[in-house]
């Protein structure tokens, strides 16, 4: 498995239509075979701040889900949403080592 | 449910060590009944930062981790290995709402 940690800086007037195009990216994304989660967060401190945690099986299924309609779908709808550019962290993965138990 | 991402950052020589202790810790936590997902990370291209991430039921949940014998015991094996000061953000869910598709 690998995980993609998304930080993302939207803009205050934003907010609300990021949780929306950014739910909706996740009910497509978690359909794909190759998604084990794709959760969605806010920052308590920071409310213009969003967490995606992205667990893929390998990286062929995040490069797969770059190509899908949903993916970019979203990312046009909230590039222009955007405070600052994303922060994005690639990782790997000590426990659990089970795709079973990363399954949403 | 609220997220804990934590974090932190170990000296190179405190590595295995380090993801020993947090796998220890990890199969107390997921036996909590409020804890949902105990994840440990390492992160790529910074090999000494590692990330949990932990999701609780709610924030009593999350008082009553910090009281069990695992966490204790984590808490004193790691404090030493850190190269510096460890960063915690505190995240509210958007997405999946169920608390059931949080399950490890």
């Keep these: ?53 992205e667990v893929y099986r390998n990286e062929q299924a995040a490069a797969d889900h770059k190509q899908t309609a949903h993916y970019q779908a979203w990312r046009e709808a909230v590039e222009p949403m955007m405070a600052k550019p994303r922060v994005g962290t690639a990782c790997t993965v000590v426990a659990p080592r089970d795709p079973e138990q990363w399954r949403s």
């Excluded at 497509?28 to 998604?35: K, R, T």
């Design 1 to 53: 498995m690998i995980v993609r940690i998304i930080d993302l800086y939207v803009r205050e007037q934003d907010q609300e239509a990021f949780k929306a195009a950014s739910v909706a990216n996740r009910e497509g994304s978690i359909l794909e075979p190759g998604v084990l989660r794709f959760d969605v967060l806010q920052v308590d401190t920071e409310p213009g701040r969003f967490v995606l945690f």
